[in-house]
């Protein structure tokens, strides 16, 4: 039996973080083994951001050696740059003509960078989901490794994927479902700074590459609050993310003594920030090694993003040969 498809991208638009981590890579990282993975890195997605020819190029690199430190192995998966597929941008503009403006203006996270970058509301913000939904279903993937904020994204994918057979009356597209690490919700891990969502365009990333002594810096600047005065007392926003924080790069025994010394009021944010600061820093320390490494070889990085584009190649170009012919594209020679 064939090994079910997946599909998953990070945009190249700064270092990998946390939350990439915890929200799309450890899952790449489990799936490799069984499934058939297309893991890419989205830059054509990032143009809508301008980066300049230098910052794209260096970007690509960057990721491409943190995604190869982080344990995803070319020999499993399929790693691929977005750009060096092509037929992509042809399916994206095929679904396009599908896609209505009222429901693509409806999206939640392009109402968001709408509202962050009101001098740059480009069309390529508002049809980001059909773009995100060539690349998933050009594959035909059934699984898509992603974090809590895309599972509209993703819900937009299966609303064009389903489109697209009921149009033309068949099932030429499986409509793709979201893959979470232990199989519950989707997650979303925070920034520091009190806000939701750790990103690299909300400025507030911990990232893999760093250097120690800057994640303690910012882990020690973490916004709290005067701390709890009564016991077991509702956690500040701020003081639940760094706890959920904990929760993920802590061992279970740190997390209960902290949540024991939150509920007496007898914590101490200090503590807990140094802590913390530690456990990120053992999490990330070997991965920016490797990186450092990875980031000499050019020879290597070349060869590995020819060898997934060309694998990536070679499937995108089959299911758009059969788009074609379902939509009736018919040569005259
Ligand atoms: P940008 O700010 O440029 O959009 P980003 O930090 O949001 O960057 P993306 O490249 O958009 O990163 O997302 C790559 C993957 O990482 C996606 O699967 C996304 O769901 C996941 N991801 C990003 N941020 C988080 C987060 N805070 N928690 C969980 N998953 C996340
Ligand atoms: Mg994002």
């Known amino acids: 039996m064939s090994k079910p498809i997946v599909v998953s991208g990070i945009r190249p638009t700064g270092n990998l973080h946390l939350g990439n981590y915890f929200g799309a890579v450890r899952s790449f990282l489990k799936m490799q083994h069984d499934y058939n993975c297309y893991f890419f890195i989205a830059d054509v997605h990032s143009l809508t951001t301008h980066p300049t020819p230098g910052n794209l190029q260096a970007g690509v690199k960057q990721v ?5 430190a982080c344990g995803i192995d070319p020999e499993l998966a399929t790693i691929f740059i977005q750009s060096d597929v092509t037929e992509v941008m042809e399916l994206y503009t ?42 998933i279903i050009i594959h035909k993937a059934q699984f898509v ?12 994918a299966r609303k064009f994927a389903g489109r697209f057979n009921r149009m033309y009356n068949n099932e030429l597209f499986p409509l793709p479902q979201p893959f ?9 891990v925070p920034g520091l700074d009190g806000s939701g969502k ?9 990232f893999l590459y760093e250097d120690p002594k800057d994640i303690r810096k910012k882990v020690m600047r973490a916004v709290t609050d005067a701390g709890p ?21 802590s061992t279970p025994d740190v997390v209960t003594h902290f949540e024991a010394a939150y509920n007496n009021c007898e914590i101490r944010y200090g503590d807990l920030k140094k802590q913390l600061a530690e456990d990120i820093i053992d999490f990330t320390a070997p991965i920016r090694e ?10 290597y990085l070349g060869k590995v993003a020819k060898r997934g584009a060309e694998k990536a190649h070679e499937s995108a170009q089959a299911t758009l040969k059969e788009v074609k012919e379902i939509i009736g594209f018919r040569r005259l020679y």
């Open 180 to 188: 979470t690490f232990d199989g519950g919700d989707m997650i979303k």
């Open 64 to 68: 491409l050696a943190e995604y190869l």
């Open 290 to 299: 490797r990186i450092l490494d990875i980031l000499k070889d050019d020879v």
């Open 145 to 156: 490794p992603v974090g809590k904020d895309q599972e509209q994204n993703l819900e937009m």
């Open 229 to 249: 005065t009564e016991p077991n007392s509702k956690k500040a926003d701020a003081v639940e993310n760094l706890f959920t924080l904990l929760k993920i790069v």
């Open 94 to 135: 095929f679904l396009n003509m599908n896609a209505y403006l009222g429901e693509l203006e409806r999206t939640t996270s392009f109402k968001d960078k709408a509202r962050s970058n009101p001098e740059n509301v480009n069309a390529g913000l508002l049809t980001y989901p059909v773009l995100m939904a060539a690349d």
């Open 198 to 206: 750790m990103g690299k365009s909300e400025g507030n990333g911990i």
